[in-house]
Structures are given as C-alpha cells and as structure tokens.
T-cell receptor, first 111, second 111 residues
Framework: EAGVAQSPRYKIIEKRQSVAFWCNPI?????LYWYQQILGQGPKLLIQ????????DSQLPKDRFSAERLKGVDSTLKIQPAKLEDSAVYLC?????????FGPGTRLTVT | QKEVEQNSGPLSVPEGAIASLNCTYS??????FFWYRQYSGKSPELIMF????GDKEDGRFTAQLNKASQYVSLLIRDSQPSDSATYLC???????????FGAGTRLTVKP
C-alpha cells in the first residue's frame, strides 16, 4: 500500500510570494488533514477534510491560507502572501476513521 | 491553557533503563489518545493508542491512561539508542477524529 505523497519536499521563497503544496492521500482514505509544524513544536491542525468537504478549519489563517480537495482525493494548500513566520514543515495526513498516516512533509523556508 | 501539554525535555536515560513520558490534556470529553514518535527531520509515526483507563502494552511500550486525572503516559522498557527521538502525545478532541498534539518530549538514550 502506497503511503501519503507530498510535493515538493522543500521550498524556499521570499516573503510576500505565494506557494502551493500538494498531497495525495492513501487510496480509499476519506479524511485528509493539513498540519503546520514549526521547529520545536508539535503539529498544529490547519484544516481537515472529509471527502471533499471541510470538517474543521478553525485554525487556518484564512486571510492568507487556502486549501481545497477536489473530487475528494488530492489536496492543495496555498499560502498567499507568505510571511516569515510561515517557515515550517507542512504535513499532510490521511485516515479512514482511525490512525492518521503522515506524509514526508514539505519544508518551507520564507526569507 | 494548552489543550495538550508535555514536558519538552530533553529526557536522557541510559541504555536498558525505563523511559517515562508524560502528557496531560484539558478536554475532559476526549476519548482517544495516541503516542507518535518523530525522528529528526522525519514525519510522525504512530507507536501506541489507548482508549480505556488503565494500561496497554505492546512489546517494550506501555501506554497508561487516567481519564479522571486527564493524564496519559508512555513507558519504554529496555530503552535503546534507536529510541532516541521526539515523542508526541496526541488527543482526539471531537467525534470528527480532530487531533491535537502536544509539543513533544525529546528523548535521548545514551549507550
């Protein structure tokens, strides 16, 4: 069984630029999560999808972050415009009601 | 008050000793509790979950849950250098499998 795929693995941008991350969950997993993990902290949930509907986006900074999950499979997370404090690892995870499986993450550096 | 709190460490134990990791949570209605291990530069991987009060053992790992005290712990017996990692406590805070993570405890097992 293939795991959660994410791309790119690394991204360096300047502040005020935009960036997008892609996630492909494990086949058949209805729930998809995006987390932000700042160095030295635990993952922080940004948004949770159930199929293609949003379940929880209470911690998503909606003035600059957006996410979509078209057709209930792949998902993209976008930041526009980026700030220095957005430097973090962005983790995608998927589940089918139980354990969450994490992808390798995208390390974003904003300069 | 943070939803999930852990001692950040670092916790250092000698090889062969028992490592004890602790976690408290604020939502008394939480029902599911997880321990993830995260090696430096890698994504979190699930090592234990527990739903009921008491102890749950899996190999060298024992998770302990006390819902009345809102306390979860992880014991690692016969600690090995390969156990050196950050251990994340995670708690489901709703029926939607909405996970909240602690900041993690960094464990070092010295040969």
């Amino acid at each position: 069984e293939a795991g959660v795929a994410q791309s790119p693995r690394y991204k360096i941008i300047e502040k005020r630029q935009s960036v997008a991350f892609w996630c492909n969950p494990i086949s058949g997993h209805a729930t998809l999560y995006w987390y932000q993990q700042i160095l030295g902290q635990g993952p922080k949930l940004l948004i949770q999808f159930q199929n293609n509907g949003v379940v929880d986006d209470s911690q998503l900074p909606k003035d600059r972050f957006s996410a979509e999950r078209l057709k209930g499979v792949d998902s993209t997370l976008k930041i526009q415009p980026a700030k220095l404090e957005d430097s973090a690892v962005y983790l995608c995870a998927s589940s089918n009601g139980g354990e969450q499986y994490f992808g390798p993450g995208t390390r974003l550096t904003v300069t | 008050q943070k939803e999930v709190e852990q001692n950040s460490g670092p916790l250092s134990v000698p090889e062969g000793a028992i490592a004890s990791l602790n976690c408290t949570y604020s939502d008394r209605g939480s029902q599911s509790f997880f321990w993830y291990r995260q090696y430096s530069g890698k994504s979190p991987e699930l090592i234990m979950f527990i739903y009921s009060n008491g102890d749950k053992e899996d190999g060298r790992f024992t998770a302990q849950l006390n819902k009345a005290s809102q306390y979860v712990s992880l014991l690692i017996r016969d600690s090995q250098p390969s156990d050196s990692a950050t251990y994340l406590c995670a708690v489901n805070v709703s029926d939607n499998n909405d996970m909240r993570f602690g900041a993690g405890t960094r464990l070092t097992v010295k040969p």
